[in-house]
């Protein structure tokens, strides 16, 4: 168990909708991270936020959003959907921030899109 | 610019017998590696890292990885397979710098242990 919490496990919506994904990260660690894993991309980063900041930006679309709490959880949102958003999207969480940091991450969310 | 390449999209070994799991990787700083594992409907963990240290690396699971800058390799080895091995294997290299969460991931390599 990695201590990273990812809700809900498994989420079933139509185009043109909007989901929430939610992420509590390991105790103690003030960086998260959210990743999607696809077929054809593989594991790609999409933000990341340290204490509540955002540090780091990927490949995410301007249709996606993602904020850290004050208790460190995190959301990431994701709107307007469509096919191509079905995916496994990972949060990690690590203590710091560097590149040194081992990421620790959740089990996934997985969305599928119809 | 960082990348990383992992040689084998699927490796099939019996069990008891070695593993080994192939990465190159292409960085223009000295970089930070990482061998992580996917079981199925599960997360990733992390295997072990290479951060400039030791050039052999021993993480969980009886896994290894050796550094080899002459090559540009980081393989992932371990002595005798387990049926529990079977799982996806990423060896990610970070980006450089504060942006720690800049991994970059290989496309992943498959471990299939017969009995």
């Known amino acids: 168990d990695s201590g990273v919490t990812q809700t809900p496990k498994h989420l079933i919506t139509a185009t043109g909708q909007r989901v929430t994904l939610r992420c509590s990260p390991r105790s103690g660690d003030l960086s998260v991270y959210w990743y999607q894993q696809s077929l054809d991309q593989g594991l790609q980063f999409l933000i990341q936020y340290y204490n509540g900041e955002e540090r780091a930006k990927g490949n995410i679309l301007e249709r996606f959003s993602a904020q850290q709490f004050p208790d460190l959880h995190s959301e990431l949102n994701l709107s307007s959907l469509e096919l191509g958003d079905s995916a496994l999207y990972f949060c990690a969480s690590s203590e710091r921030t560097g590149r040194n940091s081992p990421l620790h991450f959740g089990n996934g969310t997985r969305l599928t899109v119809t | 610019a960082q990348s990383v390449t992992q040689l084998d999209s699927h490796v099939s070994v019996s069990e008891g017998t070695p593993v080994l799991l192939r990465c190159n990787y292409s960085s223009s700083y000295s970089p930070s590696l990482f061998w992580y594992v996917q079981h199925p409907n599960k997360g990733l963990q992390l295997l072990l890292k290479?951060?400039?240290?030791?050039?052999l690396v021993k993480g969980i699971n009886g896994f290894e990885a050796e550094f080899k800058k002459s090559e540009t390799s980081f393989h992932l080895t371990k002595p005798s397979a387990h049926m529990s091995d079977a799982a996806e294997y990423f060896c990610?290299?970070?980006?450089?710098?504060?942006?720690?969460?800049?991994?970059?991931f290989g496309q992943g390599t498959e471990l299939s242990v017969k009995p």
């Open positions: 290479y951060t400039s240290a030791a050039t």
């Open positions: 990610v290299v970070s980006d450089k710098g504060n942006q720690g969460g800049k991994l970059i």
